[in-house]
Nanobody, 115 residues
Framework: QVQLVESGGGLVQPGGSLRLSCKAS????????MAWYRQAPGQQRELVASITAGGSTNYGDSVKGRFTISRDNAKNTVYLQMNSLKPEDTAVYYC?????????WGQGTQVTVSS
């Protein structure tokens, strides 16, 4: 059974930084693409960033140039470095592997950007 556990969320002032971590267990981590999604109240869940097994990355337009996704296969962990945070980045951030009926999700970690 695959489990994804996020950590690193919290309250930060506009312009600040946070690093989210997602530790995976129960599967062959290194062969799968991983992703971060977020969902703000009243909004649909949206893709923030993804990284393939080979390390290629993709970002949502709203976070390009500010967020960086990376992975450490030795630690079965994917990271999301978030810089220059804005109030509109406030959301629950979810770690993801796979899609549709084969998708696995973490429990989410709250990120709040506010002064």
């Amino acid at each position: 059974q695959v489990q994804l556990v996020e950590s690193g969320g919290g309250l930060v002032q506009p312009g600040g930084s946070l690093r989210l971590s997602c530790k995976a267990s129960g599967g062959f981590f290194s062969i799968y693409a991983m992703a971060w999604y977020r969902q703000a109240p009243g909004q649909q869940r949206e893709l923030v960033a993804s990284i393939t097994a080979g390390g290629s990355t993709n970002y949502g337009d709203s976070v390009k140039g500010r967020f960086t996704i990376s992975r450490d296969n030795a630690k079965n962990t994917v990271y999301l470095q978030m810089n220059s945070l804005k109030p509109e980045d406030t959301a629950v951030y979810y770690c993801n592997r796979g899609a549709g009926s084969a998708a696995f999700w973490g429990q989410g970690t709250q990120v709040t950007v506010s002064s």
